[in-house]
């Protein structure tokens, strides 16, 4: 947990799959103004075990809620963990206030064709170029090809590949495990079992640059959603590292239209 005692909580649902949350670092400091509440989702290293399905596991987030005493929680969710926090809001509608999807998993959503290869094209740099191949090759099926891949695909969650994206890139270890483990289980109509469900306010903030999720599938999913949409300039798949001022803007001005309804941890 992040932030000051008496601020108002959000939930916040890393991605990976099921990499240690410490990437998310203090979101660019938004435990400033809100207590940020981290979801370890199980199969991340501090839990042990493995993910019963990102479907299924969702009822862990509505666990944090009740832990939390709060009738409703506003949740940001990143990259993978955005399907979880989708799963939780259509299984159990009115627990959750508001969602803020930050560069999501999107063309599973809405079949849309992902661009991420037209937007690695544009940068003639041998590590995207590696970052490709690899992201095209076979799906990897043991812990050393997986953390092969990882390595390799790296520099494609950024617009830049400095050292600050190099040190960040380092940081949140994640298993081949616990990454399988994650789509287990998942129910054959769970895409249009989201879309159908009555979901609460919804944001969706996008990398223009963002290689892994792409551009065009995010447009789709935000529509499909009925989600707000801001697409940051030169921002890849961390914008909080890429673009901590922007970043900070986008959530700030969307969290403060819920601030005010919202319970304290002080108060529940």
Request: net charge negative.
């Amino acid at each position: 947990m992040h932030g000051s005692p008496g601020a108002v909580p959000v939930v916040v649902v890393p991605g990976g799959p099921c990499r240690d949350p410490a990437y998310l670092g203090d979101l660019a400091g938004l435990a400033q103004t809100r207590t940020l509440v981290i979801l370890h989702p199980r199969g991340t290293p501090a839990t042990g075990g493995l993910s019963r399905g990102w479907w299924t596991d969702a009822a862990d987030l509505l666990g944090v809620a009740d832990h939390l005493r709060a009738p409703t929680v506003d949740v940001i969710a990143h990259s993978a963990g955005t399907r979880l926090a989708l799963a939780g809001a259509a299984q159990h509608p009115g627990r959750i206030r508001s969602l803020a999807l930050v560069t999501p998993a999107a063309a599973w959503l809405t079949g849309a064709p992902h661009d991420g290869e037209a937007l690695a094209a544009e940068r003639n740099e041998p590590e995207i170029a590696r970052a490709l191949a690899s992201m095209k090759g076979e799906a990897p099926t043991d812990e050393t090809a997986f953390q092969r891949a990882v390595a390799a695909e790296a520099a494609a969650g950024y617009a830049r590949w400095t050292p600050t994206e190099r040190q960040h890139a380092a940081v949140g270890a994640m298993t081949w495990a616990a990454a399988s483990a994650w789509f287990r289980d998942i129910p054959g109509d769970a895409a249009a079992r989201i879309r159908a469900a009555p979901l609460p306010p919804t944001f969706v903030l996008g990398g223009r640059a963002d290689i892994l999720s792409g551009v065009e599938p995010v447009r789709a999913y935000a529509d499909a959603l009925g989600a707000d949409l801001t697409l940051l300039e030169n921002c890849g798949h961390y914008p909080w590292v890429e673009q901590p001022v922007a970043f900070r803007a986008a959530l700030d001005d969307w969290l403060l239209l819920r601030t005010s309804s919202a319970p304290s941890i002080g108060s529940v």
